[in-house]
């Protein structure tokens, strides 16, 4: 939830104050200063936030900027007021992006000051009437939301990714506005913060798009769903394993803070499903699957009905060919839980491999680590194809930089699942690709590190989907 401030003075200030109630804004917190109080009608008090006083007044001021805003909009009426507003917000947030209605053609050197220039859009809204003159930006095709300027944030889950490596299905990647002058994309250009990005496609598909530039960390299992679902087959465990697996999906629950979901399957002993039923809670939901027939569509139901965003399974079920495949239909992240505590495990584990898929899940490894609280080590088995495995360290180490969390970049000129076999207390995370459903037998004589995930079958692993 972001807090936006309004400082607000005169008619174009009512009115603007106007539009951002008609909007949706379930996303922010408005707080907004005026000059003199006005009244509005339907006003939801959750959202918006009214505060009368000077805003000139730096001691009044500082009050309120206290907290922490994502944005500070000034539309005022008198340029003296503009001015020494700017000032006061400068004295206190010196990195506060700051949006400013500009009537008087004023001029700017602070990075974070944004003037729009009223007289040039009133001007460039009535050429827009004029006959065989291009129409620009705003109303180009039908004006549906085909055509959307999104501003990168400084931790956003696209910042220092290269084009090529996001997924563009029904949308693209235009054009790209970095320091006021025009860059054309292709596929090595690297998405920089406060790049801003024109994109063109599917007013549905963009509306996602939008969301996931703007995701930050600590929203995972989001974007891919918002509640957690342990599965368990009692065809395969017995009470200590499923007492086991409980308390470590609940460890996880802990730190993701989200809703878990508990689904049992083929219940046969009503002794395990009683002690299963005790662990029900205010967060915790007990779902008991008394008919066998069609598992699989009733999984797919599951996930879709309880918007799933983590399934965490048994080892056992993971090796089981038809479920595996089942999980990557899902397209949803997988915690395999091997017979080993979770609560010592330190670090996040990831063997980088010459494609480019760590880099597409990059985002959702930081929002893992982070709030699991793993330590982050790349793995790089110095063989071949280094380029494209610099690239991604590249990207990692960029990464790190704007989510203030160290990496450990580790060398190995012998293949990382032997030196892994030797180490404790990690979690391994890789891309859940294709390839990783096809049989073990398939894999013996492969030197692909991903499809030889089940050499580390004994620790703990995390399969994300290759998604935007």
Do not use: C
């Not at 006003?43 to 007044?57: A, G, I």
């Not at 944005?71 to 005022?76: D, E, K, L, Y």
């Not at 991604?392 to 969390?405: A, G, R």
């Amino acid at each position: 939830m972001k807090k936006i401030l309004i400082i607000s003075d005169g008619e174009i200030a009512h009115h603007f104050i106007h539009r951002v109630m008609d909007t949706y804004t379930s996303e922010n917190i408005y707080y907004i200063v005026q000059t003199k109080a006005k009244k509005y009608k339907n006003v939801n008090l959750s959202r918006f936030k009214f505060y009368e006083f000077d805003p000139t007044s730096l001691y009044k001021l500082a009050n309120l900027l206290k907290m922490e805003f994502a944005q500070a909009i000034i539309v005022m009426d008198n340029q003296m007021d503009v001015e020494n507003t700017i000032k006061n917000i400068r004295t206190i947030k010196k990195q506060l992006r700051t949006i400013v209605l500009n009537k008087w053609n004023m001029k700017n050197e602070d990075p974070n000051v944004v003037l729009i220039n009223s007289n040039e859009i009133l001007s460039s809204r009535l050429i827009d009437y004029l006959p065989n003159v291009p129409v620009i930006a705003q109303n180009v095709g039908i004006g549906e939301g085909e055509i959307m300027e999104v501003l990168v944030p400084f931790g956003s889950s696209f910042v220092y990714k290269h084009i090529g490596v996001i997924e563009q299905k029904e949308w693209r990647i235009v054009a790209i506005y970095r320091n006021r002058k025009l860059i054309m994309p292709n596929r090595r250009r690297m998405i920089q913060p406060n790049d801003l990005l024109v994109l063109v496609g599917d007013p549905a598909v963009l509306k996602s798009v939008y969301k996931a530039i703007k995701r930050e960390l600590g929203q995972f299992p989001e974007p891919f769903g918002s509640n957690i679902y342990l599965y368990l087959d009692m065809n395969l465990l017995n009470l200590d394993t499923v007492e086991e697996l409980i308390q470590r999906a609940m460890f996880v629950q802990n730190r993701l803070k989200h809703i878990l979901i508990i689904r049992v399957v083929n219940p046969s002993n009503i002794d395990v499903i009683w002690k299963i039923k005790e662990y029900r809670d205010e967060d915790i939901i007990i779902d008991i699957n008394y008919d066998s027939v069609n598992l699989k569509g009733s999984f797919f139901n599951d996930i879709k009905a309880y918007h799933v965003g983590l399934i965490i399974v048994s080892n056992e079920l993971f090796e089981d060919y038809e479920m595996r495949n089942s999980l990557y239909e899902a397209h949803v992240p997988v915690l395999k839980i091997a017979q080993k505590e979770l609560s010592s495990v330190k670090d996040a584990s990831i063997i980088l491999s010459d494609n480019r898929d760590l880099e597409k899940i990059s985002s959702t490894i930081f929002d893992i680590s982070e709030q699991m609280s793993l330590n982050i080590e790349l793995y790089n088995y110095t063989n071949e194809h280094q380029e494209a495995k610099e690239q991604v360290i590249e990207h990692y180490y960029n990464l790190s930089t704007i989510f203030s969390k160290n990496i450990k970049v580790i060398k190995k000129s012998e293949n990382p699942i032997k030196k892994l076999k030797q180490k404790e207390d990690f979690i391994q995370i890789l891309p859940f690709t294709k390839k990783l459903t096809s049989r073990k037998i398939y894999s013996i004589l492969s030197a692909d590190s991903e499809r030889l995930y089940h050499k580390l079958s004994n620790y703990h692993q995390v399969f994300i989907p290759v998604q935007i």
